[in-house]
Structure formats: C-alpha cells, structure tokens
C-alpha cells in the first residue's frame, strides 16, 4: 500500500508552488515593461494555472517511480532537494533559464534488478508523455481568447501542461548520468529507443506550436 509521510507531502507542495512561481515569473517577465502592476497581475494569475500544468508534470514523474518501486516491495519516499530549488530560483531570475531539481524518489532497499530499475526509472517519463498527451488532446476544447479569465486560465493549463511535459519525458530519456534514460537503456533497449522516439515527436511538436 502507498502511503505519504507529513514531511513527504509537504515536500511535495513547496515543490509545485515554487516551480509554478519560476515558471510564471519567467512567462510573465516580458510585461515588467509595460509596469509593475500588470506584470504582477499576470504572474498572480498564472500560478495556479501552473500549479496543474507544471507543478504536476514534476511531482507525478516522481510519485510515478515510488508507486512502481513500492509495487515491487521497496519503501519509496519523495523528499524535497532544497539546493535544486534555490538553484532553480538563482538561474531563472538572474539568467532567465530553467534548470528545474526539486527533489527525487530515495528508494530503500537491496537487490533491485536491472529490469525492476529500468521499470522503476520509465514510470516517470511515460507519466509526462500521458499528461502531454491528454494535454494536447483537450487544446481544441479551451478558449483561445484572452479576455476570457476562465478561457485563458484553461488555455495556460493545456499549453504549458503539453509543452512543460513533452520536454520533460525527452530530457528524462536522455541516458546520461543519473537520468531515467540510462537505466532504461540498461534494461531495455527497444523500449527506450520506441519511448524516447514518442517522446521527441511530442517535444518537436512543442517546439514548433500547437495550433
């Protein structure tokens, strides 16, 4: 049975709310020219439209791997990585990029085998390939209109929420270092070429607009 730890889910909420504030001050720094007020109004009004759209696509990739790995019979526990936030905060508002850790999965236990590992590393990334894909699914659904506060609310979910998501499986993929891509590489090679493939497209999707 899954259960959370009090430090565990507030780890989880401090996680999406300050992700969700990087990623709105970003999208929302543009308007510092036209004055404080209307750059604060958009940023107040993009958060919780990126707490769904963003802050998911991070906390659900790790839960993906603690449900998998307690499925296995590990005990599995999100903690928040402090230092990756602050990084997180320093290189979004000094250099306006997004170098996003907030935390990971610790997985305790011994004799993990390379297929339960690569298993445990790929729930991640298919999460967010099923998110962007229920995202872009819902984009002819929303109101495109921006006077529109609930449209436009809507709007922000479905477009970053596929955006943010494609990225995120593609980036994860990569079998670099600690990243999910090469532990799934270890285990499965035609699965992480066919995943990673589905995940480039999607990315490519991104990149060039979904309308």
């Known amino acids: 049975m899954v259960s959370f730890t009090a430090r565990e889910v507030r780890d989880i909420l ?3 709310f300050v992700i969700a504030a ?5 999208f929302s720094k543009g308007l510092l020219a036209n004055g404080t007020e209307i750059f604060l109004n ?13 802050g998911l696509g991070f906390v659900l990739h790790e839960l993906a791997h603690k449900f998998v790995a307690v499925r296995y019979g590990f005990y599995a526990e999100f903690r928040m990585w402090v230092e990756g936030l602050m990084f997180a905060l320093f290189t979004a508002f000094i250099f306006s990029v997004v170098f996003v850790a907030p935390g990971a999965v ?7 085998s390379k297929e339960q590992n690569g298993k445990i590393s790929i729930a991640g990334p298919l999460v967010n390939i099923a998110l962007a894909l229920f995202f872009l699914s819902l984009f002819p659904l929303v109101s495109h209109n921006p006077t529109d506060i609930v449209g436009y609310e809507l709007h ?4 970053y929420g596929f955006i943010i998501n494609s990225l995120l499986a593609v980036f994860n993929l990569i079998p670099f270092g600690p990243l999910d891509g090469g532990k799934v590489l270890s285990w499965n090679p035609v699965i992480w070429i066919l995943i990673f ?5 999607l990315a490519i999707k991104a990149y060039f607009g979904i309308y």
Do not use: E, Q
């Not at 922000?156 to 477009?159: D, K, L, P, R």
């Not at 493939?197 to 497209?201: G, P, R, W």
């Open 14 to 16: 401090i996680s999406m």
């Open 22 to 26: 990087i990623f709105a001050y970003l």
């Open 42 to 54: 958009n940023f107040i009004l993009l958060i919780p439209a990126l707490l769904v759209s963003v």
């Open 106 to 112: 610790y997985i305790h236990g011994t004799n993990i």
């Open 156 to 159: 922000v979910i479905v477009t």
């Open 197 to 201: 493939i589905m995940a480039i497209m």
